[in-house]
């Protein structure tokens, strides 16, 4: 590992316990205050969409019934990846011009998403609202959020830091749909998102005003215009050089193909499957709940065993929770409820838990790889590649299972895991081929393979 040598500095008097505890205390509030409101805006950020399912639902059978399925579940698609897509624009924007501005640029959309989509009626107009729009607004809301816990947790606890933030994003999966539920089944739609826009502001805003960016603008924005010098430029692609990002974004784009499929199709798969819709319901948000355990664990195993280690362990082991329970599920005869209703569960159980770390990681992982300047552009500069995969991975595996056949049932469910453990057995034998062949030994020392 790499090791710093550390210049003396002339004593200076020590100052008294009674001044250290006082200057801790107020730090390390500090620093939770800005977890807390990061957690919050992935609450609305990431949960939101999550609520897809319920809209997905009363989409097809009561406001657009004559939309094919595969034109509805785009809406939620588009809402779910374009934050992802659009990385290497957001992440450079809120390195260059601040994370606040982002971030409030990003509360603006979202909350207005709600109610742009409080009025419309046609599909194009929840396309560009529900979809769009409150992509867009994530966009920019997102890599702040989900970056700013390096800047108070650098170093081992980073990973427990980003794992608490992301747990927001599976706490909000978790309340959000049966909260969207119950406002559907008692009120109209255009009601529901309007108090859907009115609990959004009432998150957003207070996180946004809390969380405070140690050193404003990106250390490399503040030297060039300490210098005097412009700034850094709009795109910076110079990482794609490097033969570990590389390997780092070929292999996450293709264990992100498999990572949506099982929010959009788990209800749906269960209820084909002659589950209940309740129970169905019940099956996503036992998942997101156990996320939070899971995003929080896998972040502090990853400070103790090496970062890469468990962000490949995290995609194995989601993939083979498909094959382990969700593919004997959709293949178990109808007649056996009770194989199917506890092959689901176990589903639930086991990739909440162990499934779903990864989402915490990939800041984490940059930034002991490649450092944490410019952290949110480098972020972006994955997100948006691995963001395609993620958005061609629910509508391929809608495409295959067409009308519900058990077979195709099947092949969907086991296409969602291959991709997954596919993409994380890879990264371990790349990473392990990278460590062992580079010659200078530099990178090799980078990279924790424990």
């Known amino acids: 590992m790499t090791t710093f040598k550390l210049s003396q500095r002339p004593a200076r008097p020590s100052p008294s316990t009674e001044e250290h505890s006082t200057a801790d205390a107020s730090q390390n509030g ?27 639902d009363y989409y097809q059978t009561t406001l657009l019934p004559d939309e094919a399925p595969l034109k509805i579940i785009a809406i939620g698609s588009v809402a779910s990846s374009l934050y992802l897509i659009l990385g290497v624009f957001a992440g450079r924007f809120a390195d260059l011009i601040g994370y606040r501005v982002s971030l409030g640029i990003g509360a603006a959309l979202m909350i207005g998403s709600m109610f742009a989509a409080s009025v419309s009626r046609e599909y194009w107009q929840l396309f560009l609202s529900q979809g769009l729009m409150f992509g867009l607004g994530v966009a920019f809301a997102y890599l702040p959020a989900v970056t700013i816990s390096h800047q108070y947790f650098g170093g081992r606890r980073h990973g427990l830091a980003n794992g608490i933030v992301v747990s927001g994003g599976a706490l909000g999966g978790c309340i959000l749909p049966y909260i969207v539920r119950e406002l559907m089944a008692n009120l109209t739609l255009a009601q529901t998102f309007r108090i859907l826009g009115y609990i959004s502001a009432g998150v957003l805003l207070p996180s946004i005003f809390i969380l405070k960016p140690r050193n404003g603008l990106s250390s490399s924005t503040r030297r060039s215009r300490a210098r005097g010098g412009t700034t850094p430029p709009l795109l910076d692609f110079s990482l794609l050089q490097d033969s570990r990002f590389i390997t780092l974004l070929v292999t996450s784009t293709i264990a992100m193909i498999g990572f949506l499929p099982r929010y959009f199709l788990l209800p749906k798969s269960a209820v084909a499957h002659g589950i209940s819709d309740t129970y169905a319901s019940w099956l996503l948000g036992l998942m997101n709940g156990l996320s939070i355990v899971g995003r929080i664990g896998i972040g502090w195993l990853a400070d103790r065993y090496g970062k890469v280690t468990a962000l490949a362990s995290s995609f194995i082991l989601c993939g083979s929770g498909h094959f382990l329970f969700w593919l004997p599920g959709v293949a178990v005869p109808a007649e056996n409820a009770s194989s199917t209703i506890a092959l689901f569960t176990l589903f639930s159980i086991y990739t909440g838990i162990f499934g779903s770390g990864f989402v915490s990681l990939f800041p984490v992982v940059i930034a002991d790889l490649f450092g944490a300047d410019m952290l949110a552009s480098k972020v972006g500069l994955l997100n948006t590649v691995t963001g395609l995969g993620t958005l061609a991975g629910p509508s391929m595996v809608y495409a295959i299972i067409g009308n519900g056949v058990d077979l195709h049932w099947a092949i969907g469910v086991a296409s969602a895991g291959i991709f997954m453990f596919v993409g994380g057995l890879s990264m371990v034998t790349m990473f392990g081929w990278l460590s062992k062949h580079d010659r200078n030994g530099e990178e090799a020392s980078q990279i924790e393979l424990m």
């Open 30 to 56: 500090q620093k939770w205050l800005n977890i807390a409101a990061a957690s919050a805006i992935l609450f609305i950020g990431v949960g939101y969409t999550n609520t897809f399912g319920v809209f997905q």
